[in-house]
């Protein structure tokens, strides 16, 4: 089975609304890494955080171990936030396991 | 600049030709991988070399080949072409493989193949 879900699918905001982003993964945690994906395809890494509480800007990564569970929390999003969102689980040799991602479409 | 530099930026190949990737990263990482996106699939790990060595391969087919003449280049031959080889390939590096955040990956905005 899959081994790292994402959840929503895809969400639509408001410009200045909060989102909450989930992933939650089945197997054992060595990393946990958010990446962007620009709609053009390119991907930026955002976190590394394989457990607690991370910040960058608007960002908030939090990863709770024993729950399997890693989110991805923007506060008073813009449209230029606008794109996927891959959280991706680590493994040995750091192969990472990618989940299917989170669709974020903000409006003006 | 771009620190990972992926040629070329789209490709169109015909059944059964071969396609060489270009992938080259300039941010002194030890450790390149190669990663496919298909529409219908998440992200997919290939291959991870370490100092130019095969870490891991997690691709089922010979037909994809990768190549490290430098430590900074990971090239990913692909021969005998099947539509179905039709994606995005990402190239990426990170500073080591030692599970921790020098695990970070940098990701190159990927070569977008179509197989006809």
């Known amino acids: 089975g899959q081994q790292v879900q994402q959840s929503p699918a895809s969400l639509v905001l408001q410009e200045g609304e909060n989102a909450e982003l989930q992933c939650n993964f089945s197997?054992?945690?060595?990393?946990m890494q958010w990446f962007y994906q620009r709609p053009g395809g390119s991907l930026v890494s955002l976190f590394y955080?394989?457990?607690g509480t991370k910040h960058s800007g608007r960002l908030t990564s939090t990863t709770v171990i024993k729950e399997r569970r890693s989110s991805l929390h923007i506060s008073s999003s813009q449209t230029t936030d606008s794109g996927t969102y891959l959280c991706?689980?680590?493994?040995?040799?750091?192969?990472?396991?990618f989940g299917k991602g989170t669709k974020l479409s903000v409006k003006s | 600049d771009p620190k990972i530099i992926q040629k070329p930026k789209y490709l169109v190949a015909v059944t059964g030709s071969e396609k060489i990737l270009i992938c080259e990263q300039y941010l002194g990482h030890n450790a390149m991988y190669w990663y496919r996106q298909s529409a219908k699939k998440p992200l997919e790990f290939m291959f991870s070399?370490?100092?130019?060595?095969?870490?891991d391969n997690q691709t089922a087919s010979s037909r994809f080949q990768p190549q490290s003449s430098k430590k900074n280049h990971l090239d990913l031959q692909i021969t005998a072409l099947k539509p179905d080889d039709s994606a995005t390939y990402f190239c990426?590096?990170?500073?080591?493989?030692?599970?921790?955040?020098?695990?970070?990956?940098?990701f190159g905005s990927g070569t977008r193949l179509t197989v006809l």
């Open positions: 070399y370490s100092y130019q060595k095969l870490m």
């Open positions: 955080n394989p457990s």
């Open positions: 991706a689980l680590g493994g040995s040799n750091a192969k990472l396991t």
């Open positions: 197997t054992s945690l060595n990393s």
């Open positions: 990426a590096s990170s500073q080591g493989l030692g599970g921790t955040s020098a695990e970070t990956l940098y």
